[in-house]
Nanobody, 123 residues
Framework: VQLQASGGGLAQAGGSLRLSCVAS????????IAWFRQAPGQVREFVASIGFTDHNINYADSVEGRFTISRDSAENREVLQMNSLKPEDTAVYYC?????????????????WGQGTLVTVSS
């Protein structure tokens, strides 16, 4: 399974970016896709996730109300819409997939990862 994350770039504080995650295949009938991020010198942290079977959606407190994760069924991809960006959102963003649609914020639960896309937010 290969995951391709795209859409990163440079934005000003208060601006928006839209990330996309495309999976070469979905190896399980039930799965969840999540976005994580890793800032320089920091540990990778959970951002948001969406379950396939029940659209179980969860967000980190730091992005709740600003970011929206969704599924674009027509394009077979997951999208992370990021609004009201802050400089502290600067990081490499990764999408990942795990078996089962239940929520997990633990990176170790996710089996396949994309290569990451860099988001830089200037103040």
């Amino acid at each position: 399974v290969q995951l391709q994350a795209s859409g990163g770039g440079l934005a000003q504080a208060g601006g928006s970016l839209r990330l996309s995650c495309v999976a070469s295949r979905r190896p399980w009938s039930s799965y969840a896709i999540a976005w994580f991020r890793q800032a320089p010198g920091q540990v990778r942290e959970f951002v948001a996730s969406i379950g396939f079977t029940d659209h179980n959606i969860n967000y980190a407190d730091s992005v709740e109300g600003r970011f929206t994760i969704s599924r674009d069924s027509a394009e077979n991809r997951e999208v992370l819409q990021m609004n009201s960006l802050k400089p502290e959102d600067t990081a490499v963003y990764y999408c990942a997939i795990k078996r089962g649609s239940s929520y997990s914020h633990l990176s170790g639960d996710y089996e396949y990862w994309g290569q990451g896309t860099l988001v830089t937010v200037s103040s």
